[in-house]
């Protein structure tokens, strides 16, 4: 079946240190590609996405682009904020009928002022 | 802007008892969902709903069932509920397909 997997369970990063959270997904054809950011005590909120091969998806200085090559929708910022600090989920949505949604593990992200 | 309303916030109660959450949004969308997020915040998804149609059904236990009575409102009763039940209950609504969705605050359920 359809997979995510985030690699890094958590980061700690400093202001104004660049973010990478990789995100590989498994899925036939070409599926979409989010990711959501959680902040203590809400639900998780729509960054960004991308459908097809080598778009971009970007949002609040974050990004991401789609590879169909690596299977991958890794996201970055150049510079992160102590209010940055949040939980990142990269998800796919299936595009086979089947309506499929899955999310990845997580990544906790910690910046340190 | 909240667009996605979840009732209630908190809900503490015993082994064995029943519980309803609910859960409404004003987007103007056709698919809802319940998420359950654990402990370690993963998310699973355990039901969708399209247009008053349940079209996915995760495996879950027999005591969870989703009701909805239009396409704005989708709730979830659990029957006996467990300890393993307390976890936070994520709502969300979308387009149809491959799009974005908006989740809810969230209701936190703890089974004593």
């Known amino acids: 079946g359809d997979s995510v997997t985030q690699t890094e369970g958590q980061v700690a990063l400093s202001e104004e240190d660049f973010l990478t959270i990789h995100c590989n997904y498994s899925?036939?054809?070409?599926?979409?590609l989010f990711w959501y950011v959680q902040y203590p005590g809400e639900g998780p909120q729509f960054l960004f996405r991308?459908?097809?091969?080598?778009e971009k998806g970007s949002s609040r200085g974050f990004e991401a682009t789609y590879d169909k090559g690596t299977t991958s929708f890794h996201l970055r910022k150049a510079s992160v904020q102590e209010s940055d600090s949040a939980v990142y989920y990269c998800?796919?949505?299936?595009?086979?009928?089947?309506?499929?949604?899955?999310f990845g593990a997580g990544t906790r992200l910690k910046v340190i002022a | 802007e909240t667009a996605v309303f979840q009732t209630p916030n908190y809900h503490v109660t015993q082994v064995g008892n029943e519980v309803s959450f609910n859960c409404k949004q004003t987007l103007g969308h056709d698919t809802m969902y319940w998420y359950k997020q654990d402990s370690k915040k993963l998310l699973k998804i355990m039901f969708s709903y399209n247009n008053k149609q349940l079209i996915v059904n995760e495996t879950v236990p027999r005591r969870f069932s989703p009701q909805s009575s239009d396409k704005a409102h989708l709730n979830l009763r659990i029957k006996s509920v467990e300890p393993e039940d307390s976890a936070v209950y994520l709502c969300a609504s979308s387009r149809l397909g491959r799009y974005e969705q908006y989740f809810g605050p969230g209701t936190r359920l703890t089974v004593l």
């Open positions: 899925a036939s054809g070409y599926p979409a």
């Open positions: 998800a796919l949505g299936d595009n086979t009928g089947n309506y499929k949604y899955v």
């Open positions: 991308a459908s097809r091969d080598k």
